[in-house]
């Protein structure tokens, strides 16, 4: 497996930064999983100076960001032939860094939502998807992963555009044992409803709504869940987006995923039905370990 790597220059900048932060916490599993990371120059070269992947094959550096290194990030998520194919992206996001909104940027996150690939934004989603792995591998569970599994002390938000409704619907359906066990879930308007009327026929309680209804996206749903995010009140987001259709409330969105970023320690965002049921897969099979 392979995924592209980039870090906006705050993320590597001190020894402390997230980039390094999730290293120290996962150099072990990406070794396991013999990884591939195809590094964007700036990043790879951080990555060398404080030591970590030290002569890891697997770490492949890339032209810097300004010679279109991300940009080849792009191409690859879409694919240039068989040894040409990244199965996803990390992107470490500073949201007040003005080149994560550049248009390599916003495109590489578009392409691996467009193919079902991982897009991970944040240092917490980064160590969730290394323990994700690790288990589909048969490996024994991270016990430094265990505040990502204890679902019953987090809030999730479940958030769908329109085209992805059904597939949300369908998602919760097939992993509504594990989706239950989070102490809140959250979401928007309709898809919030429809959530509801999925659990009722369920079986849960008529007079208890399985996820709290905010308002639709259009009407400022989505910067309330932010505002819960940034509160460090919803540590969970599965977000499937509709990346052909542009929105009238894109700013919203927008906000949500920059509350996300900002949070980078605490707040896990999956952006695909194909890897949040990857996810849900693993949560039961590690409950089993």
């Not at 989603?125 to 002390?153: K, Q, Y």
Request: hydrophobic share 45%; glycine share 8%.
């Amino acid at each position: 497996m392979r995924l592209g790597l980039a870090a906006n220059q705050l993320h590597h900048a001190h020894a402390n930064a997230a980039l390094f932060r999730w290293l120290h916490e996962c150099e072990v599993g990406i070794r396991e999983l013999e990884l591939g990371l195809h590094a964007v120059g700036r990043t790879y070269d951080a990555i060398h100076r404080a030591g970590y992947l030290d002569r890891y094959l697997p770490l492949r550096r890339y032209p810097y960001g300004r010679e279109g290194g991300l940009m080849k990030l792009v191409a690859e998520v879409v694919g240039l032939g068989d040894d040409r194919v990244l199965d996803g992206a990390i992107y470490l996001i500073d949201p007040v860094d003005p080149s994560s909104i550049f248009p390599e940027a916003i495109a590489l996150k578009r392409q691996c939502v467009i193919h079902g690939k991982p897009f991970i934004s944040t240092v917490a989603t980064a160590r969730d998807w290394i323990e994700m792995e690790r288990i589909h591998a048969g490996l024994a569970p991270d016990s430094g992963a265990n505040v990502f599994h204890d679902l019953e002390a987090q809030t999730l938000a479940l958030i769908a555009h329109d085209a992805m409704k059904p597939q949300m619907l369908a998602y919760a359906a097939e992993h509504f044992d594990v989706l239950s066990r989070f102490a809140h879930r959250v979401g928007t308007g309709t898809t919030g409803q429809r959530l509801n009327e999925l659990a009722w026929s369920r079986g849960w309680p008529l007079d208890t709504p399985w996820v709290e209804r905010y308002q639709s996206g259009p009407m400022g749903g989505d910067a309330q869940i932010a505002d819960l995010v940034l509160e460090r009140r919803c540590q969970r987001a599965i977000f499937f987006e509709d990346p052909h259709v542009a929105r009238q409330h894109e700013a919203d969105i927008q906000l949500l995923e920059r509350a996300v970023t900002t949070r980078t320690d605490h707040a896990v965002c999956m952006t695909t039905p194909k890897v949040a049921a990857r996810w849900a897969a693993a949560v039961v099979l590690r409950a089993k370990a």
